[in-house]
């Protein structure tokens, strides 16, 4: 069973700025395309952006395309979400999931087959 414990959730203003990390205790991390979705209170959960096996391929949501960054680190199983000039509609829980799928990049959360506890990202205005 691989597990993805997320951190670096929290309280920031409008304009600020968070790094989430999301840590797998699989050694096959490698080799999975890693996702971040998130959800805020009263809505569906959405697709914020995807990273692929070798890093190589990158893919966001519109919403978030010019301020998001994702990457990963296959050494230190770990995928990021670097979050720039945020905005209070971006307050909702994140989470990070993992595809077993090398090759696809799917922004469908039920193509996903773990997930992290999600972090909660809070922005006020």
């Known amino acids: 069973q691989v597990q993805l414990v997320e951190s670096g959730g929290g309280l920031v203003q409008a304009g600020g700025s968070l790094r989430l990390s999301c840590a797998a205790s699989?050694?096959?991390?490698?080799?999975?395309?890693m996702g971040w979705f998130r959800q805020a209170p009263g809505k569906e959960r959405e697709f914020v952006a995807i990273?692929?096996?070798?890093?190589?391929?990158?893919f966001y949501a519109d919403s978030v395309k010019t301020r998001f960054t994702i990457s990963r680190d296959n050494a230190k199983s770990t995928v990021y979400l670097q979050m720039n000039s945020l905005k209070p509609e971006d307050t909702a829980v994140y989470y990070c999931?993992?595809?077993?799928?090398?090759?696809?990049?799917?922004?469908?959360?039920?193509?996903?087959?773990?997930w992290g506890q999600g972090t909660q990202v809070t922005v006020s205005s």
């Open positions: 999931a993992a595809d077993v799928s090398k090759y696809r990049l799917a922004v469908n959360s039920a193509d996903y087959d773990y």
């Open positions: 699989t050694r096959s991390f490698s080799s999975y395309t």
């Open positions: 990273i692929n096996w070798s890093g190589g391929r990158l």
